[in-house]
């Protein structure tokens, strides 16, 4: 099985508060008919990032208001109904997975993740499309969960044979613009890795390449017209193992 992200900035306009890049997400959409054994992972894009930062939680800095966690929440079940609307007029069996109710932080930041019923989806040959949330964290109220935490945690558990992040570039960049095609190790790109271009809470490449090479299952960061060559196997993008 495969686990593939959707990247927030991708499939929404990261400018403009509440907006879906319609024309994008219809196409990925598209891409991912008739596809199954794939757990699908969005990102916030301009829904859950403007208020994560408004209410000052990030994956670190926690809160206990309750109107926080239900603004940002929200913001993210507006978003994820808006996608599962998408797969579904592709005729994909796409399910929600909400992160609040599911999952939780404890004390040490590690993220605890229940799998079972997402085992049960895939085996029923649902397509269970979960995202970056505000979950609870023990000691600190609530915190942020990016969906490239999700990504790590669901390859990890589910035994991934193949990791995709699709975002709006059209891989890892080096420092002439230029598709890094292979990264092995952080050190050898670290120099050409920054934060996000817009509001992003949760961290941008760096991030990301940090993460997926920790994982077992190979994994790509690709940009949305690719989207097609990975499902299919073939390369796209940058690799990274
Ligand atoms: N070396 C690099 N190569 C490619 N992108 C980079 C690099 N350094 C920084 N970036 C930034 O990282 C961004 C991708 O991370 P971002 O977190 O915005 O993506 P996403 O996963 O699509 O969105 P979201 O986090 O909302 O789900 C790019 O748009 C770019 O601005
Ligand atoms: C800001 C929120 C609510 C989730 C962030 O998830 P990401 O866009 O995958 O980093």
Same mark, same amino acid.
């Given at each position: 099985?495969?686990?593939?992200?959707?990247?927030?900035?991708?499939?929404?306009?990261? !400018?403009? *508060? *509440?907006?879906? !890049? *319609?024309?994008?997400?219809?196409?990925?959409?598209?891409?991912?008919? +008739?596809?199954?054994?794939?757990?699908?992972?969005?990102?916030?894009?301009? $829904?859950?990032? #403007?208020?994560?930062?408004?209410?000052?939680?990030?994956?670190?800095?926690?809160?206990?208001?309750?109107?926080?966690? #239900?603004?940002?929440?929200?913001?993210?079940?507006? %978003?994820?109904?808006?996608?599962?609307?998408?797969?579904?007029?592709?005729?994909?069996?796409?399910?929600?997975?909400?992160?609040?109710?599911?999952?939780?932080?404890? #004390?040490?930041?590690?993220?605890?993740?229940?799998?079972?019923?997402?085992?049960?989806?895939?085996?029923?040959? $649902?397509?269970?499309?979960?995202? +970056? !949330?505000?979950?609870?964290?023990?000691?600190?109220?609530?915190?942020?969960?990016?969906?490239?935490?999700?990504?790590?945690?669901?390859?990890?558990?589910?035994?991934?044979? =193949?990791?995709?992040?699709c975002s709006t570039v059209p891989g890892v960049l080096d420092d002439?613009?230029?598709?890094?095609?292979?990264?092995?190790?952080?050190? *050898?790109?670290?120099?050409? %890795?920054?934060?996000?271009?817009?509001?992003?809470?949760?961290?941008?490449?760096?991030?990301?390449?940090?993460?997926?090479?920790?994982?077992?299952?190979?994994?790509?960061? /690709?940009?949305? !017209?690719?989207?097609?060559? /990975?499902?299919? +196997?073939? =390369?796209?993008?940058?690799?990274?193992?």
């Amino acid at each position: 099985m495969i686990v593939l992200k959707l990247g927030g900035s991708v499939i929404t306009e990261k !400018d403009r *508060e *509440e907006t879906i !890049d *319609e024309d994008r997400l219809a196409a990925l959409a598209g891409a991912l008919a +008739g596809q199954e054994d794939v757990a699908l992972v969005h990102g916030a894009g301009s $829904f859950g990032h #403007r208020y994560a930062a408004k209410h000052g939680v990030s994956i670190t800095e926690g809160t206990h208001d309750g109107a926080a966690v #239900r603004e940002i929440h929200g913001s993210m079940e507006r %978003l994820n109904e808006r996608v599962l609307s998408a797969l579904g007029a592709e005729g994909v069996s796409a399910v929600p997975v909400d992160p609040l109710s599911l999952a939780y932080r404890t #004390r040490e930041g590690e993220l605890s993740l229940p799998l079972d019923g997402i085992e049960t989806m895939l085996a029923e040959g $649902f397509v269970p499309v979960t995202y +970056g !949330d505000v979950i609870t964290q023990q000691e600190k109220g609530a915190t942020i969960v990016s969906g490239d935490e999700l990504v790590v945690a669901l390859a990890e558990g589910l035994d991934a044979d =193949g990791v995709g992040l699709c975002s709006t570039v059209p891989g890892v960049l080096d420092d002439a613009g230029a598709v890094i095609p292979r990264i092995g190790s952080y050190d *050898e790109v670290a120099e050409y %890795l920054g934060e996000s271009d817009s509001t992003d809470v949760t961290g941008g490449m760096a991030a990301k390449v940090r993460a997926l090479l920790e994982l077992e299952a190979p994994a790509s960061v /690709f940009g949305p !017209d690719a989207i097609g060559r /990975f499902l299919a +196997g073939e =390369g796209a993008g940058t690799r990274i193992d």
